[in-house]
């Protein structure tokens, strides 16, 4: 169904979505159409295996629960907060956890995380679609289509005040606002016991070496290092330079690249082993 058709049914008051149970590793769920892939995506095998070993997880840019449903899949994660701006997707994210069992581990936090808190910011998206920005560039059809509307900043420092509660890893999928969340998390991080798993990203409005070099300047101020994902070695311009999205994982300057990840490459399957 086109997107416009789907605006005009949505502004009617109408949702539309589908419900399927879908059968994923050894277990059953009921999900919101979308949800669990089954052809992984780049970074989905390693997100699996790191929340095996994480307890508290910050899921910013969550959308409808992808990855959440992911990292809810291990017993062990005790507390998920999953972050938003986008309603509609949040809601959808909701209700995926609420008919499997799995809200009493959640919160849901419905704002942009950024490096400021109590600031406004456009977004643009259609629906709860996966690729909402703040750059008009990152979100090409919200941007033909003049789909946007304000939302609320708030940095993950205040945010973790506020819930007093501190995530032993954090997920970061905001359509090149990577830097900025990271600015806002200057306190936890200098804390050192958290882990960043980022998506980066590029577009019009920033090139994927200069979302890298801010990156890399962000870990120098606050003592971590930053890991390219895929050759699982220490980040440099030189090695993404040709990338449009790439994966990171930031690690406090002591730690050592996990050795939970050294075996599985980018696009792997999920295993249980």
Partial sequence: MKLSLLNQIEKLGFVYKQIKVVDFLNKRFKVVKGTLRTIPDKDDAWLFELARHHKVIFDVGSNIGQAAMLMLY??????????????????YAAENLIMNNLSHKAHFFPAFISDRTG???????????????????????ASKMDSHFSVNTVTLDSLRNTLVLKPDLVKIDVEGAEYEVLKGASHLAAEGHTTFFVEMHSGPE??????????????????????????KELLSVELIKNRGRYHAL???????FPECLKNIDEGSELTLS
């Fill in 250 to 256: 930031l690690l406090p300057g002591d730690h050592e």
């Fill in 119 to 141: 600031d406004k910011i456009e977004l643009y998206t259609v629906g709860a679609g996966a690729a909402g920005s703040k750059f008009k560039g990152f979100a090409r059809t």
């Fill in 206 to 231: 920033l090139s994927i070496t200069n979302n890298t070099e801010r990156i890399l300047d962000w870990c120098g101020q606050v003592g971590y290092r930053a890991w390219y994902l895929k050759n």
């Fill in 74 to 91: 291990h017993d062990n994660v005790d507390k998920i907060i999953l972050i938003d701006p986008n309603p509609k997707a949040l809601s």
